[in-house]
């Protein structure tokens, strides 16, 4: 959730979130029980990475306060459980449609996404790029020989939901097709046991 942060970069969001209307510099150090010097020094920061913004100026009868508040990034930091919704509504679609069907959909919605990303024909380090692009850790791995290169993900972005609905592989598979004008081997599978997620893709005579 806070990879990355200290410990008092992460009390500091959690008491912002707590305080949609925004807290100022006393206020956070008095929460945090630290000194005002070292809650400035971690707006500044924070601010500087988008986790946090300047919200409204406060009367206080002397100097008005500067009241900090989080960021729409800031609030992205929490956690988000959309794997639990869009795994009902694959339930639901699939109940309503069937396996083959949901196979369909997947690959369709795969190409749509690629659309969406290139409207020409990619190779495998343009697609890597794409696929970090929509959140997936992708490399190329180069091999000797003019042996066919290969996309490896560490992650998968959709890992829950294909645990539940293996048919979502499929849209990974169109997406690296659809992208490189080609068709795709699934080399290695996380959900079926491998360190990573390993694609070879074959191409379309031009």
Same mark, same amino acid.
């Not at 008491?15 to 510099?25: K, N, P």
């Not at 508040?69 to 800031?74: C, D, K, M, T, Y």
């Not at 794997?83 to 369909?104: F, K, M, P, T, Y």
């Given at each position: ?11 500091? &969001? ?6 949609? @209307? #925004?807290?100022?510099? $006393? ?19 924070? $601010? ?23 960021? @729409? ?18 339930? $639901?679609?699939?109940?309503?449609? =069937?396996?083959?069907?949901? *196979?369909?959909?997947?690959?369709? &919605? #795969?190409?749509?996404?690629? @659309? ?11 697609? @890597? ?10 490399? *190329?791995?180069?091999?000797? =020989? =003019?042996?066919?290169?290969?996309? *490896? ?7 829950? &939901? ?10 990974? %598979?169109?997406?690296? =097709?659809? &992208?490189?004008? #080609?068709?795709?081997?699934? %080399? ?19």
């Amino acid at each position: 959730m806070f990879e990355g942060l200290g410990r008092t970069q992460q009390d500091l &969001l959690s008491a912002l979130l707590y305080t949609a @209307a #925004g807290m100022s510099i $006393e206020e956070l150090a008095s929460q945090l029980s630290v000194t005002r010097t070292a809650v400035r020094q971690h707006l500044a920061a924070l $601010e500087r990475d988008g986790l946090v913004v300047r919200g409204d100026l406060r009367a206080t009868g002397r100097r008005p306060e500067q009241l900090y508040r989080l960021s @729409a990034h800031g609030r992205e930091l929490f956690p988000r459980h959309y794997h639990l919704l869009a795994n009902l509504l694959i339930d $639901e679609v699939a109940s309503l449609i =069937g396996h083959e069907a949901l *196979v369909q959909l997947m690959r369709s &919605l #795969g190409e749509k996404m690629a @659309a969406d990303l290139s409207a020409t024909r990619l190779d495998e380090q343009q697609i @890597a790029a794409h696929m970090k692009d929509v959140g997936y850790e992708s490399e *190329v791995f180069f091999r000797s =020989g =003019g042996a066919p290169a290969q996309i *490896v993900a560490h992650n998968c972005v959709f890992h829950q &939901l294909a645990e539940a609905h293996p048919e979502v592989c499929e849209l990974d %598979l169109a997406l690296i =097709g659809s &992208l490189g004008g #080609g068709k795709v081997q699934h %080399l290695e599978c996380m959900l079926r046991g491998g360190q990573v997620c390993r694609f070879e893709l074959t191409r379309k005579p031009s």
